[in-house]
């Protein structure tokens, strides 16, 4: 009865849309790992509608930032691989194994959060401001969650599989850790002090299992946990 009342909450908060002056390219990343995330949970969770209807939303999501991207040699690449990847999108169901998805897709579908990411990356500024900071933050967090229930979902864990090159989850969920604590320093940002303690907490709860696959955690805790560290970095806490 617990699980089913965090699935819920979970769901009721994953809508919330960012506050700060996010760039186009950066939420269509996030709203692409997002909809990683909630696709991987249909399996995770038997086939719980709820989480289709929510994957079903951050793709459209998605979507719709993608065509607010400025660079129109990026974003016509991109619309072109989302377009074909969209179509594929969806689950069949094998007798012994349950909800399955074509390993091509899944292959397909890292390769494109992997190109999404590598493309914001590229244009992020050397020096951030603060506010830029706290997207930063919130795609690495959701690129990362996303990493781990698209490798978690599969039935060989063993290697990682994900092709996101550029980003090692340890090292990386650590330095999220570094940049919230000088973020706490910061005065004047849209985001409260003790909503960034707040996730301070989440994430320092998340990453041990984020960053070991071999560690299943409590998939509908972790989820949780992520939905709420996003919507208290959108300044929604």
Not at 53 to 62: D, I, M, P, S, V
Not at 89 to 109: E, F, I
Not at 175 to 184: F, G, I, P, W
Request: a neutral charge.
């Amino acid at each position: 009865m617990k699980m089913k009342l965090i699935a819920v909450l979970c769901l009721s908060w994953a809508m919330i849309p960012v506050t700060w002056a996010a760039t186009a390219l950066g939420e269509h990343t996030m709203a692409v790992a997002q909809s990683m995330s909630a696709f991987y949970m249909v399996s995770l969770s038997d086939g719980d509608t709820r989480y289709e209807k929510e994957f079903q939303n951050f793709a459209n999501l998605a979507e719709t930032h993608l065509a607010k991207i400025e660079n129109k040699a990026v974003a016509t690449e991109l619309d072109n691989a989302w377009s074909r990847l969209r179509r594929n999108l969806k689950y069949d169901y094998m007798g012994g194994a349950g909800l399955t998805v074509a390993s091509s897709v899944r292959t397909q579908y890292r390769e494109y959060l992997s190109k999404s990411y590598r493309y914001w990356l590229q244009q992020l500024e050397q020096e951030p401001t603060s506010e830029r900071q706290l997207e930063i933050v919130n795609i690495r967090a959701e690129v990362i969650s996303a990493r781990y229930f698209d490798v978690t979902s599969t039935i060989q864990t063993k290697q990682d599989p994900s092709g996101l090159t550029e980003l090692n989850p340890t090292s990386e969920a650590d330095a999220l850790m570094v940049t919230l604590k000088q973020l706490e320093q910061v005065e004047g940002l849209p985001v409260d002090v003790k909503a960034l303690q707040s996730v301070q907490k989440k994430w320092d709860f998340m990453q041990k299992a984020l960053a070991n696959y071999q560690e299943r955690g409590a998939y509908f805790l972790l989820y949780y946990n992520k939905a709420q560290i996003n919507k208290q970095l959108s300044g929604k806490s």
